[in-house]
C-alpha cells in the first residue's frame, strides 16, 4: 500500500478540522438572524483555517534535506549576475563584487551587471569606477520609479544568457555558489529557479539577531517543508532562474513590493517550481537597528497581503497546483491579513460584549463567566503558531555548529516579545496591501518609508492602557482577560523601543569610547 504523501496529510488534516469547526457551531450558524452575526462566524472561521492551514503547512517537514552533491554531468551555461542597488555604502557593495570575482565558476561565463537608480551623481561615480574595476556593466537608471523590479527588468532588456542569478549588493557569495545553483536547476525541467540559504555576519547585538531569525523562520522553518510540496518561494536574492521561464510570466512582478514571492507564484501558477537547496548561498548583513527593520516588516508584510490581493482567486482557480499547495501559499502570503483580522475580530467581540449584552452564543461569545469562547483564544492561538514556527526554525538552525553558538534557547522569550511589537508596527501594512493602497504603482508608494518608531508606538501604548483599563472595569465577564492581553500587545512595542534605543545609545558610547581611546594611543 502506498504511503500518503505529506501533501494528502495536510489536506485531509486541514480540511477534518475546518469541517469540524462548521459542524461543531452549525447549531449556533442556523440561528443566525442578522448580517452582523453572520460576518462574525465567517471572519472567525476564516481566522481560524489561516491559523491551522499555517500550523499544518509547518508540521510535516520534508522527508529528507535537498541537497545537491557534485556531478560530472553539469552543464556550464553564460549566466547574467544583476546587483540591483541604490544609495549603497560603496565599501559594502564592493566585497560583494569581489567575492563574485573570487568565485570558482569561470569568469569570462558570467556577465556581472550593476542596476543603479541612485539620484545621488556623486555616489553613481563611485559605483561606475567599481563596475569598471571588477569589469561589471554599469546601467544607471535615476529616473526609475519601479523600486528592485523595475530595476532589474531594465537591465535584463539588454541580457541574453538562459540563466539569471539575483545578489542584493551586501550578499557576499560563496565560492561555489554558482555551481551549486547550475546543478541544481539542471536537476529536472519544471524547475523555474533555485533558492540558497543566505547567511549573516556581525550578528552581535540581541536584535540583529532576531532580524536573522526572521530569515531562520523562512528559510528553517517554511522553505524546507514547501520542497516536497513545490512551493518555493524566491526570498529576493541568492538565487538562479530560467530566463526562459521569467519571460512566460513578464518577468518579475512590478506590482507588488515582494516582487521576489510574488513572482514564484506566478511561476508555480504557469505549472513551475522552485528548489530549495540546503546549502549557504551568500553572508550578508542585517538592518542597523530596530527602526530600519520594521520599515523593511512592512514592506514585506505589504507586498504580501499585495500579492494575496492579487493572486488569491487565481491561486483558488488554478488548475496546475493541488489543494495543499493552494493551502500553503494562501497561508504563507495571507500571514499579515491574518493579524489584522485576529486584532480587528477580537476588537470587535469585546465592543459586542459590552454594548450587545442580549446576544449570546457559545462559539463565539460565553454563555457565562466561566466558560471560555473561540473568539477570547485566537490572540493565544497567534503566539503559539508563532512559537512554533520558531522553535522549528530553531530546532534546524541549531543542527549547524555555527548557527548553535548564537541562538540560544534563552533568547526566545526576548525574540517574542520583539515579534509581538513587530506584528503590531506593521498592521496597517496588512491592510493597505490587501486593499492595494502604498503600494509601487501608487501615488504615495515608497520603497524605504520612513517611520517615526517613537510616535508610532507611543500612540499604541495609550490605546493599550486605556484597553488595559477598560478590560478590568469589565472583569466580572469571562472576555476580560482576553481583551486585556490585546490592550496589553499594544504596550509591548514602547517597551522594546525603549530597549533599541538604549541598546543603540550604549552601543554608540563604547564604539565613541574604543575610537577615542584608539586616537589617544
Same mark, same amino acid.
Given at each position: 500500500?502506498?504511503?500518503?504523501?505529506?501533501?494528502?496529510? !495536510?489536506?485531509?488534516?486541514? %480540511?477534518?478540522?475546518?469541517?469540524?469547526?462548521? !459542524?461543531?457551531?452549525? &447549531?449556533?450558524?442556523?440561528?443566525?438572524?442578522?448580517?452582523?452575526?453572520?460576518?462574525?462566524?465567517?471572519?472567525?472561521?476564516?481566522? %481560524?483555517?489561516?491559523?491551522?492551514?499555517?500550523?499544518?503547512?509547518?508540521?510535516?517537514?520534508?522527508?529528507?534535506?535537498?541537497?545537491?552533491?557534485?556531478?560530472?554531468?553539469?552543464?556550464?551555461? $553564460?549566466?547574467?549576475?544583476?546587483?540591483?542597488?541604490?544609495? *549603497?555604502?560603496?565599501?559594502?557593495?564592493?566585497?560583494?563584487?569581489?567575492?563574485?570575482?573570487?568565485?570558482?565558476?569561470?569568469?569570462?561565463?558570467?556577465?556581472?551587471?550593476?542596476?543603479?537608480?541612485?539620484?545621488?551623481? +556623486?555616489?553613481?561615480?563611485?559605483?561606475?569606477?567599481?563596475?569598471?574595476?571588477?569589469?561589471?556593466?554599469? !546601467?544607471?537608471?535615476?529616473?526609475?520609479?519601479?523600486?528592485?523590479?523595475?530595476?532589474?527588468?531594465?537591465?535584463?532588456?539588454?541580457?541574453? &544568457?538562459?540563466?539569471?542569478?539575483?545578489?542584493?549588493?551586501?550578499?557576499?557569495?560563496?565560492?561555489?555558489?554558482?555551481?551549486?545553483?547550475?546543478?541544481?536547476?539542471?536537476?529536472?525541467?519544471?524547475?523555474?529557479?533555485?533558492?540558497?540559504?543566505?547567511?549573516?555576519?556581525?550578528? +552581535?547585538?540581541?536584535? $540583529?539577531?532576531?532580524?536573522?531569525?526572521?530569515?531562520?523562520?523562512?528559510?528553517?522553518?517554511?522553505?524546507?517543508?514547501?520542497?516536497?510540496?513545490?512551493?518555493?518561494?524566491?526570498?529576493?536574492?541568492?538565487?538562479?532562474?530560467?530566463?526562459?521561464? %521569467?519571460?512566460?510570466? =513578464?518577468?518579475?512582478?512590478?506590482?507588488?513590493?515582494?516582487?521576489?514571492?510574488?513572482?514564484?507564484?506566478?511561476?508555480?501558477?504557469?505549472?513551475?517550481?522552485?528548489?530549495?537547496? #540546503?546549502?549557504?548561498?551568500?553572508?550578508?548583513?542585517?538592518?542597523?537597528?530596530?527602526?530600519?527593520?520594521?520599515?523593511?516588516?512592512?514592506?514585506?508584510?505589504?507586498?504580501?497581503?499585495?500579492?494575496?490581493?492579487?493572486?488569491?482567486?487565481?491561486?483558488?482557480?488554478?488548475?496546475?497546483? $493541488?489543494?495543499?499547495?493552494?493551502?500553503?501559499?494562501?497561508?504563507?502570503?495571507?500571514?499579515?491579513?491574518?493579524?489584522?483580522?485576529?486584532?480587528?475580530?477580537?476588537?470587535? *467581540?469585546?465592543?459586542?460584549?459590552?454594548?450587545?449584552? #442580549?446576544?449570546? &452564543?457559545?462559539?463565539?461569545?460565553?454563555?457565562?463567566?466561566?466558560?471560555?469562547?473561540?473568539?477570547?483564544?485566537?490572540?493565544?492561538?497567534?503566539?503559539?503558531?508563532?512559537?512554533?514556527?520558531?522553535?522549528?526554525?530553531?530546532?534546524?538552525?541549531?543542527? #549547524?555548529?555555527?548557527?548553535?553558538?548564537?541562538?540560544?534557547?534563552?533568547?526566545?522569550?526576548?525574540?517574542?516579545?520583539?515579534?509581538?511589537?513587530?506584528?503590531?508596527?506593521?498592521?496597517?501594512?496588512?491592510?493597505?496591501?490587501?486593499?492595494?493602497?502604498? =503600494?509601487?504603482?501608487?501615488?504615495?508608494?515608497?520603497?524605504?518609508?520612513?517611520?517615526?518608531?517613537?510616535?508610532?508606538?507611543?500612540?499604541?501604548?495609550?490605546?493599550?492602557?486605556?484597553?488595559?483599563?477598560?478590560?478590568?472595569?469589565?472583569?466580572?465577564?469571562? $472576555?476580560?482577560?482576553?481583551?486585556?492581553?490585546? &490592550?496589553?500587545?499594544?504596550?509591548?512595542?514602547?517597551?522594546?523601543?525603549?530597549?533599541?534605543?538604549?541598546?543603540?545609545?550604549?552601543?554608540?558610547?563604547?564604539?565613541?569610547?574604543?575610537?577615542?581611546?584608539?586616537?589617544?594611543?
Amino acid at each position: 500500500m502506498k504511503k500518503p504523501s505529506n501533501q494528502t496529510l !495536510i489536506s485531509v488534516v486541514w %480540511l477534518t478540522i475546518v469541517g469540524f469547526l462548521l !459542524i461543531y457551531s452549525m &447549531s449556533d450558524i442556523l440561528k443566525i438572524t442578522s448580517v452582523l452575526e453572520f460576518v462574525q462566524y465567517f471572519v472567525l472561521l476564516l481566522v %481560524l483555517s489561516q491559523i491551522l492551514a499555517l500550523i499544518v503547512s509547518v508540521i510535516f517537514p520534508s522527508s529528507e534535506r535537498k541537497k545537491l552533491h557534485s556531478s560530472s554531468s553539469s552543464e556550464l551555461s $553564460n549566466i547574467d549576475v544583476i546587483v540591483p542597488i541604490r544609495s *549603497v555604502d560603496p565599501s559594502v557593495l564592493e566585497l560583494t563584487l569581489k567575492g563574485i570575482r573570487d568565485s570558482d565558476y569561470p569568469q569570462e561565463l558570467i556577465t556581472l551587471v550593476i542596476g543603479d537608480d541612485t539620484p545621488n551623481i +556623486k555616489l553613481s561615480e563611485i559605483y561606475s569606477k567599481l563596475a569598471t574595476t571588477y569589469k561589471a556593466r554599469y !546601467i544607471y537608471l535615476p529616473e526609475n520609479k519601479k523600486y528592485k523590479a523595475g530595476m532589474v527588468n531594465y537591465c535584463l532588456q539588454d541580457l541574453d &544568457s538562459p540563466l539569471v542569478c539575483l545578489l542584493d549588493y551586501d550578499q557576499i557569495p560563496t565560492t561555489n555558489f554558482f555551481k551549486i545553483c547550475i546543478r541544481g536547476i539542471q536537476d529536472e525541467d519544471d524547475i523555474a529557479f533555485v533558492q540558497l540559504i543566505k547567511r549573516f555576519r556581525d550578528l +552581535k547585538s540581541i536584535f $540583529n539577531k532576531w532580524s536573522a531569525l526572521l530569515y531562520l523562520q523562512f528559510f528553517e522553518a517554511m522553505q524546507r517543508t514547501k520542497n516536497e510540496r513545490g512551493t518555493v518561494l524566491f526570498a529576493g536574492s541568492t538565487g538562479c532562474f530560467r530566463r526562459e521561464y %521569467l519571460n512566460e510570466v =513578464g518577468l518579475f512582478s512590478e506590482e507588488t513590493f515582494t516582487e521576489d514571492a510574488d513572482t514564484s507564484i506566478k511561476l508555480i501558477l504557469k505549472g513551475y517550481r522552485g528548489l530549495y537547496l #540546503d546549502s549557504v548561498g551568500s553572508y550578508g548583513t542585517v538592518p542597523k537597528n530596530y527602526q530600519d527593520q520594521i520599515a523593511q516588516l512592512w514592506r514585506w508584510s505589504h507586498g504580501g497581503s499585495h500579492s494575496l490581493s492579487l493572486r488569491g482567486t487565481l491561486i483558488l482557480r488554478s488548475k496546475e497546483i $493541488n489543494l495543499s499547495q493552494k493551502i500553503d501559499l494562501l497561508a504563507t502570503i495571507g500571514i499579515t491579513p491574518l493579524l489584522v483580522l485576529i486584532y480587528v475580530y477580537t476588537l470587535a *467581540v469585546a465592543v459586542l460584549v459590552n454594548f450587545r449584552l #442580549d446576544y449570546q &452564543s457559545p462559539i463565539l461569545l460565553p454563555s457565562s463567566r466561566y466558560s471560555v469562547s473561540i473568539a477570547g483564544i485566537l490572540p493565544l492561538l497567534a503566539i503559539t503558531t508563532y512559537l512554533l514556527v520558531v522553535s522549528l526554525a530553531y530546532y534546524e538552525a541549531r543542527k #549547524d555548529p555555527e548557527l548553535e553558538k548564537i541562538f540560544k534557547w534563552r533568547y526566545l522569550p526576548i525574540f517574542t516579545l520583539i515579534g509581538i511589537s513587530s506584528n503590531v508596527l506593521i498592521l496597517s501594512s496588512g491592510i493597505t496591501g490587501f486593499l492595494r493602497i502604498l =503600494g509601487p504603482n501608487s501615488r504615495y508608494g515608497t520603497w524605504n518609508r520612513k517611520f517615526n518608531i517613537w510616535l508610532e508606538s507611543g500612540i499604541l501604548a495609550i490605546i493599550g492602557i486605556l484597553g488595559i483599563y477598560f478590560s478590568i472595569l469589565i472583569s466580572d465577564n469571562s $472576555n476580560w482577560l482576553f481583551i486585556c492581553l490585546i &490592550s496589553v500587545s499594544f504596550v509591548v512595542p514602547i517597551i522594546v523601543t525603549i530597549l533599541s534605543s538604549l541598546h543603540l545609545k550604549f552601543k554608540n558610547e563604547v564604539s565613541n569610547s574604543l575610537d577615542t581611546k584608539q586616537h589617544n594611543f
